[in-house]
Structure formats: structure tokens, C-alpha cells
């Protein structure tokens, strides 16, 4: 069963960058599809982006991030990347890595079997 950590969170002015970091661990990453999901206060979780691989065919990003979040996975550290470009306030949320074994690209926060803890993101000046 994967272990996920995630980190990179923290506070950050609008227009500007974050990278958030998911390092797994027990199994490697590429057998899964990677989701970064976040729940902002007093809202339920919402899907962000997901990867089965560096293929366009085999990722999605919400329509509220696309063209200023990327995500990537390093299959050497085993490790996945959200990119986090020309932030806004409305980004303010934490951030959690998922991974499950099949790719949907309107997969449900709830299809995704294995979590992380979460990381903390504020946009704010």
C-alpha cells in the first residue's frame, strides 16, 4: 500500500508560484494515477489535476487551473509535482496527493483509494 507525503504548501501572494511535492513510498508511482485534490475552508474536496503519465491523453486539470498548474511525477524519486502558477486567493485550500489504479479524468476525490495529509496553501497578500 503507498505511503504519501506531500509538502511545498505555505503561504504566497497572488500572481504568485508554488510547487507541491508527493513523495511515495512501498510502491512506485508509475503503476498509478496521480491526483492532486484540495478542499478549501468550508467547501468539500475538489479534483485539481491528474496523471497516469507524461502523456496529454492521460492527463486533466480542472477548467480553474488550466494553463498556470502543472503536474509531473519524477518516476526516479518517485515523486510528484504539482506546479502552481500565477496564483489567486481563491486557490487558498490544502492540498492533498491521491493515487488509484486506473486513469478517469473526471474521476470523483472520492475514486481515489490511497491519500496523503495534506499541505496548507494560502494565497494572500
Known amino acids: 500500500q503507498p505511503r504519501l507525503v506531500e509538502s511545498g504548501g505555505g503561504l504566497v501572494q497572488p500572481g504568485g508560484f508554488l510547487r507541491l511535492s508527493c513523495a511515495a513510498s512501498?510502491?512506485?508511482?508509475?503503476?498509478?494515477?496521480i491526483g492532486w485534490v484540495r478542499q478549501a475552508p468550508g467547501k468539500e474536496r475538489e479534483g485539481v489535476s491528474c496523471?497516469?503519465?507524461?502523456?496529454?491523453?492521460?492527463?486533466s486539470y480542472a477548467d480553474a487551473v488550466k494553463g498556470r498548474f502543472t503536474i509531473s511525477r519524477d518516476t526516479a524519486k518517485n515523486t510528484a509535482y504539482l506546479k502552481m502558477n500565477s496564483m489567486t486567493p481563491e486557490a487558498t485550500a490544502v492540498y492533498y496527493c491521491?493515487?488509484?489504479?486506473?486513469?478517469?479524468?473526471?474521476?470523483?476525490?472520492?475514486?481515489?483509494?490511497?491519500w496523503g495529509q495534506g499541505t496548507p496553501v494560502t494565497v494572500s497578500s
Open positions: 491521491a493515487v488509484v489504479g486506473y486513469f478517469d479524468p473526471y474521476l470523483h476525490p472520492a475514486g481515489y483509494d490511497d
Open positions: 512501498g510502491v512506485p508511482l508509475y503503476h498509478y494515477t
Open positions: 496523471s497516469l503519465s507524461s502523456s496529454e491523453a492521460r492527463t
